[in-house]
């Protein structure tokens, strides 16, 4: 029911670009800048299938991937909210390939006004699937330190938990507030290479007390 429910969501994307298609200018916007307007164009059949084609391909993969995991037996401990990132995920990009054809039908569409609380929202069930996702090779942040510990795992994602909803909160107002877009994305990466110190520390600090 679930995988029938999200590849279904795939196919509506693709019913809407073959709809939509002979409405659609030869060239339809491809890209916006940190303002929301306009800066590229594309072919449409590039733009209209471009989206739908990475979704499929990704919901392979999610579908895939844990089948493959060395660890596939912890996913069964997150498996619901696993599923609701894929569900989440899906509806995303059914959203952003709306917002791509009413942009090219000729729709005023701010993007960062239209996209950038749908992006927190989706940081924000990131920060909850941190919370409850257990040691695996494919979700969560993956580490040679928290690939090998459960417990710098555990504190790992219990900290990216807590950065993402704060992150998601400043994402949703660089939607609004052109000046913070740039520092947001910046501020993405300090958080990634932060975690990733971070559980080296943890791993060093727990490998220090078991030699003791």
Same mark, same amino acid.
Do not use: C
């Given at each position: 029911?679930?995988?029938?429910? +999200?590849?279904? #969501?795939?196919?509506?994307? $693709?019913?809407? %670009? ?27 059949? *590039? ?5 739908? %084609? &990475? ?7 999610? *579908? ?8 596939? !037996?912890?996913? +069964? ?5 696993? !599923? ?7 509806? $995303? ?8 054809? *009413? ?23 990131? +920060?909850?699937?941190?919370? !409850? ?15 090998? %510990?459960? %417990? ?13 909803? #704060?992150? *998601? ?15 947001? &994305? ?18 060093? !600090? ?7």
């Amino acid at each position: 029911m679930f995988w029938s429910l +999200a590849f279904a #969501l795939v196919l509506l994307s $693709f019913a809407a %670009s073959f709809y939509f298609y002979p409405q659609l200018p030869e060239k339809i916007p491809s890209h916006w800048n940190a303002s929301g307007e306009i800066d590229a164009y594309a072919n449409k059949e *590039a733009s209209l299938f471009i989206i739908p %084609s &990475i979704t499929l391909i990704v919901l392979l993969l999610f *579908a895939v991937l844990p089948k493959i995991d060395p660890l596939r !037996k912890n996913y +069964a401990a997150f498996m619901p909210y696993f !599923k609701g990132f894929i569900l989440i995920f899906t509806v $995303f990009m059914l959203y952003l390939h709306a917002l791509t054809i *009413a942009a090219g039908l000729g729709f005023a569409v701010k993007m960062n006004y239209w996209l950038m609380p749908a992006i927190s929202a989706l940081f924000l069930y990131m +920060a909850l699937l941190f919370k !409850k996702a257990k040691r695996n090779w494919f979700v969560g942040i993956r580490t040679p330190w928290t690939l090998s %510990s459960d %417990s710098v795992w555990q504190k790992t994602h219990a900290l990216a938990s807590k950065l993402f909803v #704060l992150y *998601a909160i400043l994402f949703l107002f660089a939607g609004f507030f052109e000046f913070l877009f740039w520092p947001a &994305i910046i501020l993405l990466f300090i958080l990634v290479i932060a975690l990733f110190a971070y559980s080296y520390f943890e791993y060093a !600090k727990e490998e220090k007390i078991q030699e003791v």
